[in-house]
């Protein structure tokens, strides 16, 4: 009777060959990924953050500051 699995049926090799070439195929989709969209941040143009005059603390959104507000 024949082994099904073990050290010489060849299954430990195939697996390795599948693992090989699936991370080969990943390393290749992520060359393609870095030509397509080198640099996103510069595109994006970064923006500096905003502090307030007064407080000093950063400011979230376009009204006015927490520092400023009726409270």
Known sequence: MRKRFGRN???SLMIF?????????????AMFGKLRVPKIGQKLGKKTAHK???CG???IGKGPCACRKKG
């Open 57 to 59: 603390s950063y400011k």
């Open 52 to 54: 307030c005059a007064k």
């Open 9 to 11: 049926t060849g299954c």
């Open 17 to 29: 060959k599948i693992i090989t070439l699936f991370l080969v195929g990943m390393a290749i989709l």
